[in-house]
């Protein structure tokens, strides 16, 4: 049987400690470490789960994007790209701002654009009609002198060859049953306008 002495007994209890000391503070460590990771990719993952909607929400931004012909008395006249949402004055700048020829009064700047549209620009003394009968810039009245009959007021409809007020209010009430006109033949199908007034008005109405 092994004898130890005084000094070997400590030197045996103390290295048992050292061990025992060692693989506490392993543990203790391990477990605090863990929370830890866990966290980072709960965080990690999140971020993975977040970005895709942040790439859609960017991408639908960049594609908010309305195509305007802007032509008469404008610096530079042509195609101008702007977001949607712009107004007249908008795509006037864009287009370089007004000549001095041009016709500010028979302008509404303040009018909201949509893709496609056409804004044109009269000289002074140019004769287009674009107002109603309260001297105000009629939505249904395009820059071109036609009267949009998707857009146009029961004043405004009143405007055109053959339509008086009982006409107008079947194409308002027939816009509100049956939507937009998709093309300026099918005001025709409103009751009490046939090829006859059709002809008449043809040339002054537009659905853009």
């Known amino acids: 049987m092994m004898v130890f002495t005084k000094r070997e007994k400590i030197i045996l209890v103390l290295f048992i400690m050292l061990i025992i000391t060692y693989f506490a ?6 477990s605090l470490n863990k929370p830890q990771i866990t966290m980072e990719n709960e965080a990690l ?18 594609e908010r994007k309305i195509a305007i012909d802007v032509i008469g008395e404008v610096i530079k006249p042509g195609l101008v790209i702007l ?3 712009t107004r007249v004055i908008d795509a006037i700048e864009a287009a370089g701002g007004l000549l001095e020829s041009a016709d500010r009064r028979k302008i509404n700047l303040a009018r909201l654009l949509k893709d496609e549209e056409q804004i044109y620009v009269p000289k002074i003394g140019e004769n287009i009609e674009i107002q109603d009968s309260n001297n105000a810039v009629g939505q249904g ?7 949009n009959i998707n857009q146009a007021t029961a ?15 079947r194409i308002i009430q027939y816009r509100l049953e049956k939507g937009e006109f998709k093309d300026i033949k099918d005001i025709m199908k409103v009751s009490g306008i046939g090829e006859k007034k059709f002809e008449g008005m043809k040339d002054q109405i537009t659905v853009r």
Do not use: C, H, R, W
Not at 52 to 62: A, F, L, R, V
Not at 155 to 169: H, M, Q, R, T, Y
């Open 45 to 62: 993952t999140q971020e993975s789960e977040e970005a895709p909607e942040i790439m859609i929400e960017q991408n639908d931004i960049k």
């Open 25 to 30: 503070g392993s543990y203790f460590i391990s």
């Open 141 to 147: 009245v395009t820059n071109l002198g036609k009267i």
């Open 155 to 169: 004043v405004e409809l009143e405007k055109l060859n053959g339509i008086g007020e009982a006409l107008a209010s």
């Open 83 to 85: 977001d949607d949402g």
